[in-house]
């Protein structure tokens, strides 16, 4: 019998023991610690296993909890907290967009405007708008001039030499050739190429009767219109009388400086030819040297004369600087060109020609960037021109 029970307890011991490996190497392949295959011991299948809790219990064995592992990776975040950059405010674009500036049409063309006092055969006057539009016509008359800067058509602002009747002397008319008044000698007719005064008060002429005993300049006061005497003589330094075996055709320009053609025949001499400029008691400057140059404008520091330098017949229009005394040729056609007059704004030369055969007034920039261009034909209604007309005449502009 007690062999019995202890066969039974060998036999219980050892079951056990197999059990216990066998779950201990079960859970030892479960946590996948070994990479090494686990040793397979055959074990007799027991007739009633017993509960693997109560055996357990029975052994007296701790209890083993098995511990689960990830196999998935685990990225870590660091700790340190980044350093924080400094908040930048974003640049808030204005989505109104800026006015534009309206798109200008480009200026137009200046274009001429005024009258134009043009002189013809027979002692006749012709007054016209600039774009060849009758006014009125003045008989008995020559060599006109407008006062430029006349504020309107009812001041008096023309002034023509009367060579024949009804005017003896100087005449005088408003813008459009109408209230006449004579200034001068009576009974005279050799007052000649009168001009105004750049601020209107006064009239400049020369004259080869009067007591000089030559070509001799004068002026007179353009407000008196009963002034009969002789005028006043245009003196240069040293008292001397401006005068000339020749007309001098004065023009005259700002401070009271006139321009003039001569040959120095003030200075007790001669020969020395060309347009002068002087103020009054003051010594002359040349400005050319040729005797054949015919003042017949002037505005500002330009006067403009004709000259028939290179062709006895043909005559064309220049231009002189009065301070540095450049000359500039304006015209060089083959047909005349003379009689010029300057824009009462400065920015034109109008002038007579013979072009395309037929007797026209044409017109340029004072300045010279444009090249001649016609304003309108002369009518052979109005007349022709004098004979002497290219040396003894001009046009004159007014507004």
Not at 237 to 244: A, D, E, F, K, T
Request: aromatic share 10%; hydrophobic share 35%.
């Amino acid at each position: 019998m007690l062999l019995f029970i202890g066969g039974v307890s060998i036999v219980v011991i050892l079951l056990f023991s197999v059990i216990y490996f066998v779950v201990w190497n079960v859970m030892f392949n479960f946590q996948g610690t070994s990479s090494a295959a686990p040793l397979v011991t055959e074990t007799p299948e027991p007739t009633d296993p017993p509960q693997l809790s109560s055996l357990l219990v029975e052994s007296g064995s701790p209890t083993r909890e098995p511990t689960v592992e990830s196999s998935v990776e685990t990225t870590v975040l660091p700790t340190t907290e980044p350093t924080a950059e400094p908040t930048i405010e974003p640049t808030i674009e204005s989505t109104v967009e800026p006015t534009k500036p309206p798109v200008l049409p480009p200026p137009l063309a200046p274009t001429p405007t005024g009258k134009l006092a043009i002189p013809l055969a027979g002692a006749k006057i012709i007054i016209a708008d600039v774009n060849g539009t009758f006014i009125n016509q003045i008989n008995g008359a020559r060599q006109p001039n407008y006062w430029k800067f006349a504020a309107d058509d009812s001041q008096p602002q023309l002034v023509v030499n009367g060579a024949n009747a009804p005017f003896d002397q100087l005449g005088v008319f408003d813008g459009r050739g109408s209230t006449p008044h004579e200034i001068g000698n009576p009974g005279l007719t050799s007052h000649s190429h009168p001009v105004w005064s750049v601020d209107g008060s006064r009239i400049l002429y020369d004259d080869n009767v009067l007591g000089c005993g030559a070509w001799c300049a004068y002026w007179r006061d353009s407000t008196k219109s009963n002034d009969t005497g002789d005028g006043q003589i245009f003196v240069a330094s040293g008292n001397r009388p401006i005068v000339g075996a020749n007309p001098l055709y004065p023009q005259w320009t700002t401070e009271d400086r006139i321009v003039f053609r001569s040959c120095a025949s003030w200075a007790g001499g001669g020969g020395d030819c060309g347009l002068w400029v002087t103020a009054p008691y003051s010594e002359p400057t040349k400005l050319t040297n040729n005797a054949n140059h015919i003042p017949t404008d002037v505005y500002g520091d330009t006067a403009v004369f004709v000259s028939n330098e290179v062709s006895g017949d043909d005559w064309n229009v220049y231009a002189v600087n009065l301070l540095d005394h450049t000359v500039r040729q304006l015209t060089s056609h083959p047909s005349p060109d003379g009689l010029a007059t300057i824009s009462p704004d400065g920015r034109w030369i109008a002038f007579v020609s013979q072009r395309d055969n037929s007797l026209a007034i044409w017109y340029l920039a004072l300045d010279d960037s444009t090249p001649p261009q016609k304003l309108f034909d002369i009518p052979p209604s109005w007349g022709t021109l004098a004979p002497d007309a290219w040396y003894e005449e001009k046009l004159s502009w007014g507004r």
